[in-house]
């Protein structure tokens, strides 16, 4: 009786692939594995395709998180003094535009209003009619 497994090919690529793991796959499984008794975490190891240095490794970027983390002063942080002068100036230059463009309407009513006396004054001479006292 002859089997047709097939041959596995004895090329061995030229670059291994590296795996890449997400923030959260890390860690679901350094919380499963932290449940587990040894034999569980060997077969968790297994089923994964993982190794215990990589999961020290892990764990030890968990912990320089949570460090850091707890190491951040609380409150907001604080700004930069260029930002906030780079924010008061901006405010008050949208400010001063405002101030200008209310500034440009009241010259021009004030055009069209000395325009409109103007030619008021020239048509009242014009008619030859003078008030009556």
Do not use: F
């Amino acid at each position: 009786m002859t089997s047709h497994h097939p041959v596995p090919d004895p090329e061995v690529p030229a670059k291994p692939r590296t795996r890449t793991y997400t923030a959260a796959y890390k860690a679901r499984i350094l919380a499963e594995y932290e449940t587990l008794d040894k034999a569980g975490k060997g077969a968790l190891l297994r089923r994964e395709g993982l190794n215990t240095s990589l999961l020290a490794a892990w764990k030890h970027q968990r912990d320089a998180g949570a460090r850091e983390a707890l190491a951040k002063p609380a409150g907001r942080p604080k700004t930069d003094p260029a930002v906030r002068e780079a924010a008061r100036l901006r405010a008050d230059n949208e400010r001063l535009r405002a101030e200008l463009d209310k500034a440009r309407r009241v010259i021009e009513v004030q055009g069209k209003l000395s325009a409109l006396l103007g030619q008021l004054a020239t048509d009242s001479q014009h008619s030859g009619s003078e008030p009556t006292p």
